[in-house]
């Protein structure tokens, strides 16, 4: 139930903000820049991120339930380690690795991965159970 829960919750969200940011392409770019190159918003958005992979982390730590059950769990550590590096990295480090990300030359390979990641979640989560 926990699973189907956040399959949906995570699928949604993922594929309505990559769907946004496809719209809001030039604008996006630019908003994801400005984050990198403010500490304190980095340092917040760390903190928040953290907290959103530790509470998947700790109410779904399940690997062997099937695929989407562990996405779910992969997805929780993900944006714990994330959430920790954003609030560990200096300043520097943070941009370097933006830089490295080349987000906005690989703007859309990014956004077909979440595209397409994100209605796997969906499919999961919404999908009927069979009766045995």
Do not use: C
């Not at 699973?3 to 719209?23: D, N, P, S």
């Not at 918003?41 to 907290?51: E, I, K, S, Y």
């Not at 530790?54 to 996405?71: C, D, K, M, Q, S």
Request: no cysteine.
């Amino acid at each position: 139930m926990l699973t189907r829960y956040l399959a949906r919750l995570l699928g949604l969200w993922i594929v309505l903000t990559e769907l946004g940011m496809v719209a809001t392409r030039g604008s996006t770019v630019a908003a994801v820049g400005a984050l990198f190159s403010d500490p304190a918003l980095m340092w917040v958005t760390g903190v928040f991120t953290m907290l959103i992979g530790l509470a998947i982390v700790v109410a779904h730590n399940r690997w062997t339930e099937g695929p989407v059950a562990a996405l779910v769990t992969l997805y929780g550590w993900a944006a714990l380690i994330k959430g920790l590096l954003f609030v560990w990295l200096s300043q520097e480090q943070q941009m370097q690795f933006y830089r490295a990300l080349q987000f906005d030359r690989l703007f859309y390979a990014y956004l077909a991965i979440g595209i397409v990641l994100g209605a796997y979640l969906l499919y999961g989560g919404f999908r009927r159970e069979t009766q045995a």
